[in-house]
Nanobody
């Protein structure tokens, strides 16, 4: 059974950094694609970063140059390094398996980790 568990959220001041982790279990190998999404109250969920099974990454324009997604296959963990955080980055962050080359989720979601950025 596939399971995704996020961690690493917290409260930081604007300009600060956080690193989120998404630990994946239940996969037979590392050939899966993971996307990080975020959802703020009253807002639609948006994809912010995604990593393919080959390690290639893509980002939403709003986070390019500030967020970095990476994957450690040995630990079955996908990271989201967030720097130069802004108050508008405040949201619940969730990871999900996605179809390769898209932002469409399979349906496997973690429980989310809250990120709060104060000005």
């Amino acid at each position: 059974q596939v399971q995704l568990v996020e961690s690493g959220g917290g409260s930081v001041q604007a300009g600060g950094s956080l690193r989120l982790s998404c630990v994946a279990s239940g996969y037979p190998d590392s050939n899966y694609c993971i996307g990080w999404f975020r959802q703020a109250p009253g807002e639609e969920r948006e994809g912010v970063a995604a990593i393919e099974s080959d390690g290639s990454a893509r980002y939403a324009d709003s986070v390019k140059g500030r967020f970095t997604i990476s994957k450690d296959n040995a630990k079955n963990t996908v990271y989201l390094q967030m720097k130069s955080l802004k108050p508008e980055d405040t949201a619940m962050y969730l990871c999900a398996e996605i179809y390769s080359g898209t932002w469409y989720p399979f349906g496997y979601w973690g429980q989310g980790t809250q990120v709060t950025v104060s000005s």
